[in-house]
C-alpha cells in the first residue's frame, strides 16, 4: 500500500531521476526502503537509476534495527518497571512513614492518655487530701459540738443551781427577816406582857387606894 500510494507521489513530485537517487539512497540509509511485496520492482528501479544497493547488508541491518528495537522496548518495559518500581518504593515508603505516624499518632495518643490519667490522679488526691482534712474538720466540729453541749449541760446547771442557790438565798432573807419579826414580837410581847403586870399593879393599888378612901 504504501509502496503504491507513496512511491508514484515521490517521482511525481521530483520528476527528476537524480532526486529520486538521492530520495531512495535516503529511504535505505534510514531503513524504510525494503519491502518484501516489491522487491523486484526496487531491484528493476535501482539498476534503471544505478544505485548501489546490497539487500543482505538491509537485513543484517534491519536484524540489528529490530535487535535495537527490540532491546529498547525491552529497555523501556524495564525503565517502566524501574519506575512503577520506584513508585512502589516511594508508597512503600510513605506507607512505612504512614506507619511510623499511626503509632507516632498512637504513642502520642498513649500519651495523651497518660497526662489525663496523670492529671485525673493528681486531682483524685487532692479531692483525698480535701476529704481528709474535711473528716478530721468534721470530726474536730463534733468534738467542739460535744464540748459545747456539755458546756450547755454545765450552764444549765449552773444556771439551776444559781437559781436554786439565789432561792435559797432569797429564803434565807425571808427567814432572817421571819426571824427579826418573831424576836420583834417577842420583845413586844414581853413589854406587852409586863405593860399589862404594871397595869394590873396599877389597877391593884388603885383598888387599895379606893378602900383606903372609903373608909
Not at 486531682?123 to 473528716?135: Q, S
Not at 414580837?185 to 372609903?214: A, F, P, Q, R, V
Request: some cysteine.
Amino acid at each position: 500500500r504504501r509502496w503504491q500510494t507513496w512511491f508514484p507521489e515521490v517521482i511525481h513530485y521530483y520528476a527528476d531521476a537524480d532526486k529520486t537517487r538521492v530520495e531512495i539512497a535516503r529511504l535505505i540509509e534510514e531503513g524504510e526502503w525494503d519491502n518484501k511485496e516489491f522487491i523486484k520492482i526496487q531491484e528493476k528501479l535501482l539498476e534503471e537509476l544505478q544505485i548501489k544497493h546490497n539487500p543482505i547488508d538491509n537485513k543484517i541491518v534491519l536484524e540489528k534495527l529490530s535487535a535495537l528495537e527490540k532491546l529498547e522496548t525491552s529497555y523501556n518495559e524495564k525503565l517502566e518497571k524501574l519506575d512503577k518500581l520506584e513508585t512502589i518504593e516511594k508508597s512503600c515508603e510513605k506507607l512505612e512513614k504512614l506507619d511510623k505516624l499511626e503509632t507516632i499518632e498512637k504513642s502520642c495518643e498513649k500519651l495523651g492518655k497518660l497526662d489525663k490519667l496523670e492529671t485525673l490522679e493528681k486531682f483524685y488526691y487532692e479531692k483525698l487530701e480535701k476529704l481528709e482534712k474535711l473528716e478530721t474538720l468534721e470530726k474536730s466540729y463534733y468534738e467542739k459540738l460535744e464540748k459545747l453541749e456539755k458546756l450547755e449541760t454545765l450552764e444549765k446547771s449552773y444556771c439551776e443551781k444559781s437559781e436554786k442557790s439565789d432561792k435559797l438565798e432569797i429564803l434565807e432573807k425571808s427567814h432572817c427577816e421571819i426571824l427579826e419579826k418573831l424576836n420583834k414580837l417577842e420583845t413586844l410581847e414581853k413589854s406587852y406582857c409586863e405593860k399589862l403586870d404594871k397595869l394590873e399593879k396599877l389597877n391593884k393599888i388603885e383598888k387599895l387606894l379606893e378602900e383606903m378612901h372609903s373608909k
